[in-house]
C-alpha cells in the first residue's frame, strides 16, 4: 500500500494562477480530507468527503474546490490564487467508525507570489 | 477557530526525562486523538481516547482524558531524541473522522 499520496510537493504560483493539488489513497476509505497548515498553528479543515460524490466545506473553504469522483480521489482546486493561500496542504483519508484514525499524505507546500 | 488548544507551546527536556503535554478543547467529543508530526512531514496518529476513557497507554505513550475538564494530556516517557518534533491534539466533535479539529500544536525537543 502506498497510502496516502500527494502530489505536488512543491509549487510556485502567482497571484491569479489556478492549480489543483492531486490527493489518492489505496485504502479504500470512504473519508477525505484537505487541511492547510500555517507557520506556529495547527491544521485547519478546507473540505471534506464522506463518499464518492459527497462533499461539503469545512472551517476555511473561501477560494478552494473539490470534488470526489471516485473513492481513491480527492482533488482540490486552487481558482485564483492569492498570497493567503501560501500554506502547506495536508489529505488525509480515513474509515468511517469511532475507533478510526485519519492517515495523512506528505503535504504539497504551495507558495503563492 | 481552533478546537484545541496545547500548552505548552514548547517544551525542551533533557533525553531520558518525561514529556507532559496538555490539550484543552471546547465541545463535547466522541474521541480525542493525538498525533506527531517531525519537521517538514505529515502527521502520524500516535493514540485515541474515546470519551468514555479515563486513561490509555501505549508503549511510552500515556494519555488521560478528563471530559468534565475538557482535557486531555499526553505523557512521553523516558524520552529520546527521535520523540523531537510537534505533537496535536485533534478531537471530532462529535461528528466523524472526516472533521478533526486540532489543536496549536506543542514543540518539543529533546536534547541529547
Known amino acids: 500500500n502506498a497510502g496516502v499520496t500527494q502530489t505536488p510537493k512543491f509549487q510556485v504560483l502567482k497571484t491569479g494562477q489556478s492549480m489543483t493539488l492531486q490527493c489518492a489513497q489505496d485504502?479504500?476509505?470512504?473519508?477525505m480530507s484537505w487541511y492547510r497548515q500555517d507557520p506556529g498553528m495547527g491544521l485547519r479543515l478546507i473540505h471534506y468527503?464522506?463518499?464518492?460524490?459527497?462533499?461539503d466545506q469545512g472551517e476555511v473553504p473561501n477560494g478552494y474546490n473539490v470534488s470526489r469522483s471516485t473513492t481513491e480521489d480527492f482533488p482540490l482546486r486552487l481558482l485564483s490564487a492569492a498570497p493567503s493561500q501560501t500554506s502547506v496542504y495536508f489529505c488525509a483519508s480515513s474509515s468511517s467508525g469511532e475507533q478510526e484514525t485519519q492517515y495523512f499524505g506528505p503535504g504539497t507546500r504551495l507558495l503563492v507570489l | 477557530s481552533q478546537q484545541g488548544e496545547e500548552d505548552p507551546q514548547a517544551l525542551s527536556i533533557q533525553e531520558g526525562e518525561n514529556a507532559t503535554m496538555n490539550c484543552s478543547y471546547k465541545?463535547?467529543?466522541?474521541?480525542l486523538q493525538w498525533y506527531r508530526q517531525n519537521s517538514g512531514r505529515g502527521l502520524v496518529h500516535l493514540i485515541l481516547i474515546r470519551s468514555n476513557e479515563r486513561e490509555k497507554h501505549s508503549g511510552r505513550l500515556r494519555v488521560t482524558l478528563d471530559t468534565s475538564k475538557k482535557s486531555s494530556s499526553l505523557l512521553i516517557t523516558a524520552s529520546r531524541a527521535a520523540d523531537t518534533a510537534s505533537y496535536f491534539c485533534a478531537t471530532d466533535n462529535n461528528f466523524g473522522n472526516e472533521k478533526l479539529t486540532f489543536g496549536t500544536g506543542t514543540r518539543l525537543t529533546i536534547i541529547p
Open positions: 485504502m479504500n476509505h470512504e473519508y
Open positions: 465541545t463535547s467529543i466522541n474521541n
Open positions: 468527503s464522506v463518499g464518492a460524490g459527497i462533499t
